[in-house]
Each structure stands twice: as C-alpha cells, then as structure tokens.
C-alpha cells in the first residue's frame, strides 16, 4: 500500500460545526503533516507529527486541533471557523521528519465553510 | 527562510513543444522534489534529488539538480494534454529545519 488516503473528499460546514478530517496511511512512515492550499497557491504547512507526537504547529489558530491518534492515523477536527479558512486540506507523510524528508500527499478535503 | 523562486508562473504551448521550468534559490538545499498536482488532488511526487549535478529521466520528463545545490529544472519533451498540471518544486534547506520549502509553482496547460 503506497498511498495516503483522506476522508471526506467534501465538506461543507457552517461557522458553528464540528468536523473532523481524516487521513491514513499504511506506508510505516512516521511523520505526518497538515497542509492548507488556496486556489493557485503552493501548500501551507500546518502541523507536523514525529513518532505520534505533534513537532511543529505553525502559529495555527487554536480553530483547528490535530490529533494523531497511532502511527497511521491523523485527524483534524474542526470548530467554528470562518469563510476564510475554505481551501483544500491536504494530509501528507514521509518516513520521517528528517533526511530528504520525500513527502507523499493524500487526494485533500475540500473545505468549504459558509 | 530559504526561498525557492520558480518560474515561469504559467505556461500555454502545444501538443509536441518541449518546455522547461526553473526552480531557483539564493541558499542550499539537501534535496528537492518536484511534484504534478490536478485541479482537486494532492501533489503527486514526480522525482527527488540529492545529489549536486544529478539527473533524472522519467519518460518525456527530465530533472536536474544543479551542481551547487541551489538551483533545479525540469525539462518536458513532446508535451502531451495528460502533462497539463500544477508543477511544483518543494526543497528541503541544508542546514536547520527539515521541512519542505515550496516554490509558487508553474501552471502549464498544453494544448492539443
């Protein structure tokens, strides 16, 4: 199994929702990364998890919460945001957070927030 | 932060034309990796690089590392539709963090 896999494709939610994305791996990479993308821009980074443990939080608004619950697994729960966070939500994971650090990405969540 | 310039922004050319795209920076990177995304997807990874001079070949697409690390390319002969795409070169910097510092990207269309 070589691919990340993300769930769901869409979401649509109001300000006042909670949601929660999902992404999984089966590759024993133990690193995995959030990344946020607006329409013709590169990938943000958002978060990264080494060894189930969260590494880096990229001054993200306390609106989105990671959570990495095992080694494969990697959610992003949602609460209360604004219009301005609709983008593409995309998962991805490499062996580790270190080295050539090759990172294979997930199909994303497209998030639109009304 | 190290910066990696790409360029052109956008290009449109036919079905057959050979095109390259430059990723460009001031400072080291250990590596670089070039990505294809389509509308809607994730980044697929085409290739990485490591060492300084390398070449890749993968099918019409042709990468190269340039010699002192900083800079990178990637050369498309006889561009088909199904190469029309978002190009991206991510590195990763020489010293200190190890993540990945993207490029803005090249949108390429070809058109049949």
């Known amino acids: 199994d070589t691919e990340v896999t993300q769930t769901p494709k869409h979401l649509v939610m109001g300000m006042t929702n909670k949601k929660s994305l999902k992404c999984e791996q089966h590759m024993g990479h133990r690193a995995m990364y959030w990344y946020k993308q607006k329409a013709k821009k590169p990938p943000e980074l958002m978060f990264v998890y080494s060894y189930e443990k969260l590494s880096i939080n990229e001054s993200v608004p306390s609106r989105f919460s990671p959570e990495c619950p095992n080694s494969s697994l990697l959610n992003l729960h949602l609460h209360a945001l604004q219009p301005e966070d609709s983008a593409l939500y995309l998962c991805?994971?490499?062996?580790?957070?270190?080295?050539?650090?090759?990172?294979?990405f997930g199909p994303g969540t497209r998030l639109t927030v009304l | 932060t190290q910066l990696l310039e790409q360029s052109p922004q956008f290009l449109s050319i036919q079905e057959g034309e050979n095109l390259t795209v430059y990723c460009n920076s001031s400072s080291v990177f250990s590596s670089l990796q070039w990505y294809r995304q389509e509308p809607g997807e994730g980044p697929v990874l085409l290739v990485t690089?490591?060492?300084?001079?390398e070449v890749k070949k993968l099918k019409r697409l042709t990468f190269q590392f340039g010699d002192a690390r900083k800079d990178s390319s990637l050369h498309i002969t006889a561009a088909q539709p199904g190469d029309t795409g978002l190009y991206l070169c991510?590195?990763?910097?020489?010293?200190?963090?190890?993540?990945?510092?993207f490029g803005k990207g090249t949108k390429l269309s070809v058109i049949p």
């Open positions: 690089v490591v060492t300084g001079g």
């Open positions: 991510a590195g990763v910097p020489g010293a200190g963090s190890y993540q990945l510092t």
């Open positions: 991805a994971s490499s062996l580790s957070a270190s080295g050539y650090n090759e990172q294979f």
